[in-house]
């Protein structure tokens, strides 16, 4: 017997017990402490756990209803007590961890032997499955599946279990989990003629427990190796309720009745907005082909450390207009109006974008010797970030985008750009030189 340091949770080794540890897959099971005598409530166990031999250890906090904590404390070593389970959760993990077997004999159905089990998960929420397949399955695939499993589970099959040797057992064609290590006497869960797998934990009486089941999500785990979760019994009614109850909100929002007429609905929907965002789209386009303020441009050369120097174009953003334009006259000056020139736009809420041309003109050499390094967008945007007090962005080859730490004024930048002028040969008296450092 062992205790946290606030006394608020016991963990106690005991010699038997009714509750299923923690094991092929499945959660550790969860239940409630009594007196010897079996009168009085003295704890409820979180979770149950075999770490090691025939030890089976329990962890138990405080019932609710156990204000004072005196029945907790006297729960002491080499005292005895009445473990009891939870009947109706055991109820919904058994219909879980007796679905995980139908799942697998239905891909393995499905798919072929290639299909093997790589791992699962059995709780009272639902249930996680890994099996080994290269790809994802199909709508068609899904709803295929499901009605395998449920006509497994409508036969109303009979769950047997039966301790064998492990020759045995793989003698009468007992598949097993990949990469498991079994010991010399296994156990054998057999549902009907459909499923005998090698198995511990929890398991329903009868293949109709699992009635309904249905798939509530797919992914990949690793190359090769994919999973399904679901829900099956009682907790798959709970979810299928709960799904429908969500359909009917979704129907009024969009003033149609629950079925069909929702997709529909939602359809139509998605179809305007993306109209409205292309005319959208298209506005902001034309309005960034707009005339500048001249008096917020700021021109000059522009390298980073030893790179060629480039033609640069400082402009700010007017207040008035959205941020996004940012992004949107940087790109369209880059490709459109001035191809040549690099284009750095500020936002008016610290927004920042760099657009470099396909092939900008190449203006003249750095005061050190030039590097041959294509000047990048991402990494210019860093640098300057830099220069003008950090932030963060970044973006690819032609286009970086991002937010500065602080908005500087048009005066803030000049000047500290200003700090970075240096002189070199080859440029023209009249432009503006900047020497930046990399970032």
């Given at each position: 017997?062992?205790?946290?340091?606030?006394?608020?949770?016991?963990?106690?080794?005991?010699?038997?017990?009714?509750?299923?540890?923690?094991?092929?897959?499945?959660?550790?099971?969860?239940?409630?402490?009594?007196?010897?005598?079996?009168?009085?409530?003295?704890?409820?166990?979180?979770?149950?756990?075999?770490?090691?031999?025939?030890?089976?250890?329990?962890?138990?906090?405080?019932?609710?209803?156990?204000?004072?904590?005196?029945?907790?404390?006297?729960?002491?070593?080499?005292?005895?007590?009445?473990?009891?389970?939870?009947?109706?959760?055991?109820?919904?993990?058994?219909?879980?961890?007796?679905?995980?077997?139908?799942?697998?004999?239905?891909?393995?159905?499905?798919?072929?032997?290639?299909?093997?089990?790589?791992?699962?998960?059995?709780?009272?929420?639902?249930?996680?499955?890994?099996?080994?397949?290269?790809?994802?399955?199909?709508?068609?695939?899904?709803?295929?599946?499901?009605?395998?499993?449920?006509?497994?589970?409508?036969?109303?099959?009979?769950?047997?279990?039966?301790?064998?040797?492990?020759?045995?057992?793989?003698?009468?064609?007992?598949?097993?989990?990949?990469?498991?290590?079994?010991?010399?006497?296994?156990?054998?869960?057999?549902?009907?003629?459909?499923?005998?797998?090698?198995?511990?934990?929890?398991?329903?009486?009868?293949?109709?427990?699992?009635?309904?089941?249905?798939?509530?999500?797919?992914?990949?785990?690793?190359?090769?190796?994919?999973?399904?979760?679901?829900?099956?019994?009682?907790?798959?009614?709970?979810?299928?309720?709960?799904?429908?109850?969500?359909?009917?909100?979704?129907?009024?929002?969009?003033?149609?009745?629950?079925?069909?007429?929702?997709?529909?609905?939602?359809?139509?929907?998605?179809?305007?907005?993306?109209?409205?965002?292309?005319?959208?789209?298209?506005?902001?386009?034309?309005?960034?082909?707009?005339?500048?303020?001249?008096?917020?441009?700021?021109?000059?050369?522009?390298?980073?450390?030893?790179?060629?120097?480039?033609?640069?174009?400082?402009?700010?953003?007017?207040?008035?207009?959205?941020?996004?334009?940012?992004?949107?006259?940087?790109?369209?000056?880059?490709?459109?109006?001035?191809?040549?020139?690099?284009?750095?736009?500020?936002?008016?809420?610290?927004?920042?974008?760099?657009?470099?041309?396909?092939?900008?003109?190449?203006?003249?050499?750095?005061?050190?010797?030039?590097?041959?390094?294509?000047?990048?967008?991402?990494?210019?945007?860093?640098?300057?970030?830099?220069?003008l007090g950090g932030g963060k962005g970044g973006g690819s080859d032609n286009l970086a985008t991002g937010r500065l730490s602080a908005q500087p004024t048009f005066d803030e930048l000049k000047a500290k750009l200003s700090q970075h002028s240096q002189p070199w040969s080859g440029a023209t008296s009249h432009q503006a030189?900047?020497?930046?450092?990399?970032?």
């Open positions: 017997m062992s205790e946290s340091r606030d006394s608020k949770v016991k963990l106690a080794v005991v010699d038997q017990s009714p509750l299923y540890p923690e094991g092929g897959g499945q959660v550790g099971e969860t239940g409630d402490v009594l007196s010897s005598d079996g009168s009085t409530l003295l704890g409820v166990v979180e979770t149950t756990s075999k770490p090691a031999g025939d030890f089976i250890t329990i962890r138990i906090r405080p019932a609710d209803s156990d204000v004072d904590g005196t029945a907790f404390d006297s729960i002491a070593a080499g005292g005895k007590i009445q473990l009891r389970s939870h009947a109706s959760l055991r109820h919904v993990i058994s219909a879980h961890h007796t679905a995980v077997h139908m799942l697998n004999a239905a891909l393995r159905k499905m798919f072929g032997t290639t299909v093997v089990q790589a791992g699962s998960l059995v709780t009272s929420q639902r249930l996680r499955f890994d099996f080994t397949h290269k790809a994802a399955l199909s709508d068609a695939q899904v709803e295929q599946l499901e009605a395998a499993v449920n006509g497994i589970a409508q036969s109303r099959l009979p769950v047997q279990t039966e301790v064998l040797p492990l020759a045995e057992a793989q003698r009468r064609g007992a598949i097993s989990m990949l990469n498991e290590t079994y010991s010399e006497n296994v156990r054998v869960v057999k549902i009907g003629d459909v499923s005998m797998e090698l198995c511990g934990g929890t398991h329903a009486s009868n293949s109709h427990s699992v009635f309904p089941f249905k798939i509530v999500a797919q992914s990949s785990v690793a190359a090769g190796t994919r999973r399904i979760e679901a829900v099956a019994g009682e907790t798959a009614i709970t979810w299928l309720a709960g799904q429908q109850q969500v359909l009917g909100r979704i129907a009024r929002t969009l003033k149609v009745e629950p079925g069909p007429g929702v997709e529909d609905a939602l359809n139509a929907l998605v179809q305007r907005l993306k109209d409205q965002t292309k005319a959208i789209d298209a506005a902001m386009v034309k309005r960034a082909s707009s005339p500048w303020n001249e008096a917020q441009e700021l021109s000059g050369l522009l390298a980073v450390a030893d790179t060629t120097a480039v033609s640069v174009s400082f402009r700010m953003v007017d207040s008035s207009e959205p941020s996004s334009f940012a992004n949107v006259r940087a790109e369209r000056l880059a490709n459109a109006l001035q191809p040549t020139v690099v284009h750095v736009v500020i936002g008016s809420d610290n927004s920042m974008a760099v657009a470099i041309p396909a092939a900008p003109q190449l203006q003249s050499s750095t005061p050190s010797a030039p590097s041959t390094t294509p000047l990048r967008a991402s990494a210019l945007w860093k640098s300057l970030a830099s220069v030189r900047w020497v930046i450092p990399s970032k």
